[in-house]
């Protein structure tokens, strides 16, 4: 486990708090919270070739994945486990750029293996092999199993090779960043993923609706949560910023 020397000194009371207040909403359901709808940054875990960086000119954190080289994976949970019984969402940037071909892509993962969980490069997109999980991949890069260089799914046991469900999108994927909200219901188990480009008054596309039981497919009820990213023999810098986390209406 690596922090960014600034986060702890800078930031760590802050994350600290307001870990507290999110932990005890979504222990007891978001009562009383779902109007104001509070987030927070959670801290954490860092595996593989998963960084910290600082954007310029401001104290923004950013999550690296991978930063260009070949056959790279990564991984970055919350270190802090989240009831998974309950509702919540979750939002991000997310900016896969560079490197050749833009490739593999990102994931977003709800997990009962652990801070350390770390999967498969390539295709594999960091999440393959952690058989405990439901994965979002956001998939830049078409395997012989994938419908296209530019689509979201839905994957459930760490098998990318058997998505649950696949949904395309026309929003670019790489290249330019593009905003995600994971939206969680948990009275009816049902999982909604948005997109949209990060252009101002650019319409929230719903890319993905399917029903899972988050709980059940972790294997726990307290499940880490975060990011995957991975490279092969095509490459990109692919980072996670402006995450927050919190409890949501069902
Ligand atoms: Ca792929």
Redesign the pocket.
Known sequence: MRFSRTSRAARGGVWASALLSIVAAVNSGAAGAASAEPSYKPPLALNGTASLMWRAGDDERVIRLTDGGYKQVGSAWSTVAVDVNNSFQTKFTAHIRDGRSGA??IAFVVQGEGPRALGGWG?G?GYKGIHDSVAIEF?T???PK?PDDNHLAVVLGGD?DHPAVVGRTGIPLKDEPFRARVHYDADATRLRVYVRPTTEGAKEQLVLDHEVELADRAGIDRAWVGFTGATGDLTARQDVYQWTLGPAQS
């Open positions: 593999d892509g295709g997109m998939d890069y078409r395997n994938d990318p």
